[in-house]
Antibody, heavy 122, light 107 residues
Framework: QVQLQESGPGLVKPSETLSLTCTVS?????????WGWIRQPPGKGLEWIGN???????YYNPSLKSRVTISVDTSKNQFSLKLSSVTAADTAVYYC???????????????WGQGILVTVSS | DIQMTQSPSTLSASVGDRVTITCRAS??????LAWYQQKPGKAPKLLIY???NLESGVPSRFSGSESGTEFTLTISSLQPDDFATYYC?????????FGQGTKVEVK
């Protein structure tokens, strides 16, 4: 069974860089598909941050593109998110998910991590 | 960016009711639409993919349909476990975009 788990600091200071890692088990990232980050501010809706393909190609939300970097480490079966110059508006639950989209799979985000709350505050 | 307009934002219903949620795309997305269910404190759960395909393990009372750029999620007979917030999302092109969400609450 595919499982994803987010990890990283729950508190980040304004202007600093938010860094999160998603560890995948039950499926090898190098086997294929996209891997994505989605966030949800408290009490609000879902916002797609970006995706990375297993080969390393990245796709970002234009609203965040100047501050976002997503990378993959296939040796550790992990992918990571960095969001720079954070403000209080970046306070949210951050989810990682598998985007099963391509080949014979069209399920989009079929497996999700449990989410991690990141608060931006001094 | 493709805008997804979801309605209603809140829906009050009773157990056994037939519930319909609508999502309209600002341009053609073919059938590249997913529906998710989210309960408080939990990650979204995929219900429907490619507009009308039921994800494995999801009860058959959930169904999806499409007509042009309008997509519908239907719950044929609302069950106690179905009170939650539902989101549509297009994955026709990047950036992926979500609808604003529909909260299904107890009437």
């Amino acid at each position: 069974q595919v499982q994803l788990q987010e990890s990283g600091p729950g508190l980040v200071k304004p202007s600093e860089t938010l860094s999160l890692t998603c560890t995948v088990s039950g499926y090898s990232i190098s086997s294929g598909y996209y891997w994505g980050w989605i966030r949800q501010p408290p009490g609000k809706g879902l916002e797609w941050i970006g995706n990375i393909y297993h080969s390393g190609n990245t796709y970002y939300n234009p609203s965040l593109k100047s501050r976002v970097t997503i990378s993959v480490d296939t040796s550790k079966n992990q992918f990571s998110l960095k969001l720079s110059s954070v403000t209080a508006a970046d306070t949210a639950v951050y989810y990682c998910a598998r985007d099963c989209n391509g080949g014979s799979c069209y399920h989009n985000f079929d497996y999700w991590g449990q989410g991690i709350l990141v608060t931006v505050s001094s | 960016d493709i805008q997804m307009t979801q309605s209603p934002s809140t829906l009050s219903a009773s157990v056994g009711d037939r519930v319909t949620i609508t999502c309209r795309a600002s341009q053609s997305i073919s059938s590249w639409l997913a529906w998710y269910q989210q309960k408080p404190g939990k990650a979204p759960k995929l219900l429907i993919y490619k507009a009308s395909n039921l994800e494995s393990g999801v009860p058959s009372r959930f169904s999806g349909s499409e007509s042009g750029t309008e997509f519908t999620l239907t719950i044929s007979s609302l069950q106690p476990d179905d009170f939650a917030t539902y989101y549509c999302q297009q994955y026709n092109s990047f950036p992926y975009t979500f609808g604003q969400g529909t909260k299904v609450e107890v009437k």
